[in-house]
């Protein structure tokens, strides 16, 4: 059946409906840069989390990440979570603003050295206020305080406008680009479907899989 719609141009590919796709940047870091400053004392403490901050690390990558479409964790396993945050080679951390949590930073050094940036990010009421600055600059100084020599992470269009550019002021450098297409997190009740608003919602018409 036609769908009434006009031939697409070449280069354009479908994205089924309760799918979502978006362009993954790559940028990475091979030397570190001029030394950083720290964090300005109180009220900001960085907290590495443990198995016991469970909750806090669910809380702090909804708050985080419900905005900008985070969904890989949300359905992981409280176990998996917890060896997570018990692997001696996986730093996560919280930046705390006085009693709360405001900043995820999750560093992996799994491969010997590298360090990837898996989860970087803060409240959307933090946004524009430096903090984000305070964040990186403390991950920074936590890769590069290990004996590595590559510093790497990725971001998307779900992401903040700004974030390419911020990574990049940051000293890394943008060195691949790719497609990524997965259920829309929003239906498989993974989050409301009124989070990320600026990404469109294409539900599948009744009766379809």
């Not at 009434?4 to 796709?21: F, I, Q, R, T, W």
């Not at 708050?63 to 080679?89: A, K």
């Not at 903040?160 to 997965?182: D, I, N, T, W």
Request: aromatic share 10%; charged share 25%.
């Amino acid at each position: 059946m036609s769908d009434n719609h006009p031939e697409l141009p070449d280069g354009y590919s479908p994205v089924p409906a309760g799918k979502v796709a978006n362009v993954v940047t790559f940028l990475e870091m091979r030397q570190r840069p001029a030394e950083t400053t720290g964090l300005p004392g109180l009220p900001f403490a960085l907290v590495r989390l443990s198995p016991q901050n469970l909750d806090i690390y669910r809380r702090l990558f909804r708050d985080v990440g419900e905005d900008w479409l985070w969904g890989s964790m949300l359905g992981v396993g409280d176990d998996e979570v917890r060896g997570i945050l018990s692997n001696p080679s996986m730093e996560t951390y919280a930046l705390r603003d006085g009693d709360r949590d405001i900043g995820l930073l999750e560093l992996d050094f799994r491969i010997p050295g590298e360090c990837e940036v898996v989860y970087f990010g803060i409240v959307k009421d933090a946004i524009g206020k430096g903090t984000g600055r305070l964040l990186m600059n403390q991950a920074i100084a936590k890769a590069w305080a290990q004996p590595i020599e590559r510093f790497w992470l990725h971001t998307c269009t779900f992401d903040h406008p700004a974030a390419v550019g911020f990574y990049q002021r940051s000293g890394f450098k943008p060195y691949k680009l790719m497609v990524e297409v997965h259920d829309d997190p929003r239906l498989i009740g993974l989050m409301p479907k009124t989070a990320a608003p600026h990404v469109p919602l294409l539900e599948p018409a009744p009766g379809i899989e």
